[in-house]
């Protein structure tokens, strides 16, 4: 049997996968490989690496400290050519490239411990990519390239940004490299806002939220009966923007414990999909 994790985009809400890969790390599960698209890419790079109790732990302690300057650095003029159009993002890429370049322990996909593939998107055909070899920071960062966000990344000629796009749960390419059991970690969506975001980042993330969710829900509904699907339920409810990092300690305290108590009781096989249906509190 192959098991693989999937991990899906959410921003500062992939510190909900973290909660969750504790939880499965305490429980002795350990993937064969790993799929990641956005934020997902980010925290699979770390577990194909580091899968057991002490480096998901480690990976929880840097989540703790992040701050939203440190992903998303706003640099005024930067965010002037973006809407004057002489740039293609409106924030500069560095501050996750710094993150990832101090953390990640191998510089190359192809040399990851547990194989760890990334999803991004072609820009000009918007066929969902997998990069399974190269190097490993500018992979993740395509991966995680929200568009207009950060600017595409150019790999073996084409520029490619955020696979979320197109695929941001890619249980399709799970399937394609040969697992029989995929354990599926969503972050889910902010479902609970009190009022709609006003910055124009922050409604971005959510409006990209609310898209990843909707289509891995049709995946789920697509793969349960084809695989052995078991989708880790997200949180809910959540009122934390995903731009915002400060509550990072709080979700993945609140995911760990979730998913605990998930593991010990009996979960539904099929009609999984049901727990990603759009709702309000």
Same mark, same amino acid.
């Given at each position: 049997?192959?098991?693989?994790?999937?991990?899906?985009?959410?921003?500062?809400?992939?510190?909900?996968?973290?909660?969750?890969?504790?939880?499965?790390?305490?429980?002795?599960?350990?993937?064969?490989?790993?799929?990641?698209?956005?934020?997902?890419?980010?925290?699979?790079?770390?577990?194909?690496?580091?899968?057991?109790?002490?480096?998901?732990?480690?990976?929880?302690?840097?989540?703790?400290?992040?701050?939203?300057?440190?992903?998303?650095?706003?640099?005024?003029?930067?965010?002037?050519?973006?809407?004057?159009?002489?740039?293609?993002?409106?924030?500069?890429?560095?501050?996750?490239?710094?993150?990832?370049?101090?953390?990640?322990?191998?510089?190359?996909?192809?040399?990851?411990?547990?194989?760890?593939?990334?999803?991004?998107?072609?820009?000009?055909?918007?066929?969902?990519?997998?990069?399974?070899?190269?190097?490993?920071?500018?992979?993740?960062?395509?991966? @995680?390239?929200?568009?207009?966000?950060?600017?595409?990344?150019?790999?073996?000629?084409?520029?490619?940004?955020?696979?979320?796009?197109?695929?941001?749960?890619?249980?399709?390419?799970?399937?394609?490299?040969?697992?029989?059991?995929?354990?599926?970690?969503?972050?889910?969506?902010?479902?609970?806002?009190?009022?709609?975001?006003?910055?124009?980042?922050?409604?971005?993330?959510?409006?990209?939220?609310?898209?990843?969710?909707?289509?891995?829900?049709?995946?789920?509904?697509?793969?349960?009966?084809?695989?052995?699907?078991?989708?880790?339920?997200?949180?809910?409810?959540?009122?934390?923007?995903?731009?915002?990092?400060?509550?990072? @300690?709080?979700?993945?305290?609140?995911?760990?414990?979730?998913?605990?108590?998930?593991?010990?009781?009996?979960?539904?096989?099929?009609?999984?999909?049901?727990?990603?249906?759009?709702?309000?509190?």
């Amino acid at each position: 049997m192959t098991t693989a994790f999937v991990l899906s985009g959410g921003a500062s809400l992939g510190s909900i996968q973290v909660g969750m890969l504790l939880a499965l790390a305490e429980a002795g599960i350990t993937p064969d490989l790993i799929v990641g698209t956005s934020v997902g890419a980010v925290n699979g790079g770390w577990v194909a690496s580091r899968p057991d109790v002490a480096g998901v732990g480690a990976l929880a302690e840097v989540w703790r400290s992040l701050s939203r300057r440190d992903v998303f650095p706003t640099r005024p003029i930067v965010g002037l050519l973006g809407f004057l159009g002489l740039r293609s993002s409106l924030v500069p890429d560095t501050g996750l490239r710094r993150l990832l370049t101090g953390h990640l322990e191998l510089s190359r996909l192809e040399e990851m411990p547990i194989p760890f593939h990334v999803v991004a998107t072609d820009v000009l055909s918007g066929e969902d990519v997998l990069l399974s070899s190269g190097d490993a920071v500018d992979a993740i960062v395509a991966s @995680a390239a929200i568009p207009a966000v950060f600017s595409p990344v150019k790999i073996n000629g084409r520029d490619l940004f955020d696979g979320g796009v197109v695929n941001n749960t890619p249980l399709s390419h799970a399937v394609a490299l040969g697992a029989d059991v995929i354990w599926v970690l969503p972050t889910g969506y902010a479902c609970a806002l009190h009022k709609s975001p006003r910055a124009a980042l922050a409604m971005a993330l959510h409006a990209v939220t609310l898209t990843v969710n909707q289509r891995l829900a049709i995946d789920v509904a697509r793969f349960e009966d084809a695989v052995d699907l078991r989708v880790i339920p997200p949180l809910c409810p959540i009122a934390i923007s995903p731009i915002d990092f400060s509550q990072s @300690a709080s979700l993945i305290e609140r995911s760990h414990a979730a998913t605990r108590h998930w593991l010990s009781a009996r979960h539904p096989v099929n009609g999984q999909a049901a727990l990603l249906e759009p709702h309000r509190h």
